[in-house]
């Protein structure tokens, strides 16, 4: 018989080094669904929808009784409540199955950012039933006196050398020049953060530095309107919205992606 002898001050660094062993796997495991449950919560930060609606401060009740009309008719949960003591900013949350709507006011009293999401982003909702939803709700804004919104028309994202920013200035002056609109650039003290404004009449666009992207610009077209956008402001974004591409066309290797 061959006996096997085991050195019992082994057994304890061998189970230790298992349990190590087992760790390691639980934690790979653990962090590929923490993984996914951070990126189903990272699709929730991109609304389907954003509506700014700019009230007079004698209208806020009326606008919490719209929005609460707007939450009875499509079958939302809704909870409006102030965040700060003096009661004058407000977050709002609507909650139904498949939709969710959030708004505040927490930069400007008389302005309210409103988003629609997907409740689950696993499990996105139609484009039809959010574009239903979005547009009843404006129907409802639109009985509120002197409200105004503001909407996103289309958005662009740039891509260009830090060292042409100053031809894309150029040509957004120069777009803004040529139909007599107003333009406002801001910079930091280093120029390395920008803000341009092109106002007109029923519109503006806006351009940024994408953060994080020091390559990457953004372009949003915005209306802004009482119960429904003019007809005139519409074609006029549409005008103004293929004549700054073509311009833009004219800088060298510039990028200009469609954003939805």
């Known amino acids: 018989m061959i006996m096997i002898q085991i050195n019992h001050k082994i057994l304890p660094r061998l189970t230790r ?19 996914k449950t951070w990126k189903a919560r990272f699709v929730t930060l991109h609304p389907k929808k954003t509506l700014v609606v700019t009230i007079d401060l004698s209208q806020r009740e009326k606008f919490f009784e719209q929005l609460t009309r707007f939450a009875d008719a499509h079958d939302f949960k809704i909870h ?26 927490v930069f400007d009293t008389k302005v309210f950012d409103i ?19 979005f547009n009843d709700f404006k129907s ?28 894309l200035f150029a040509q957004m002056r120069k777009l803004a020049d040529e139909h007599s609109l107003e333009f406002n650039l801001s910079l930091s003290s280093d120029k390395s953060v920008f803000h341009v404004e092109i106002q007109g009449e029923g519109f503006h666009m806006t351009s940024d530095p994408v953060v994080g992207s020091p390559k990457e610009i953004s372009i949003t077209f915005f209306l802004y309107y009482h ?12 005008e103004l919205f293929d004549e700054l591409k073509r311009l833009l066309g004219e800088i060298p290797i510039v990028t200009i992606t469609d954003v939805k």
């Open 17 to 35: 080094f298992l349990v190590i062993i087992a760790i390691c796997v639980a934690m790979v495991f653990g962090a590929q669904q923490l993984l």
């Open 80 to 105: 409006i409540g102030p965040t700060t003591p003096a009661g004058d900013t407000f977050n709002i949350n609507m909650s139904r199955r498949d939709v969710m709507v959030i708004a505040n006011n």
């Open 115 to 133: 988003h629609f999401y997907d409740k689950d982003p696993t499990n996105p909702v139609s484009e039809e039933i959010i574009d239903n939803l």
């Open 140 to 167: 409802y804004i639109g009985e509120i006196p002197n409200a105004i919104m503001t909407e996103q028309q289309k958005s662009w994202r740039i891509t260009m050398d830090e060292s042409q920013r100053e031809e």
């Open 227 to 238: 119960k429904a956008p003019t007809s005139t402001s519409v074609e006029t974004v549409e």
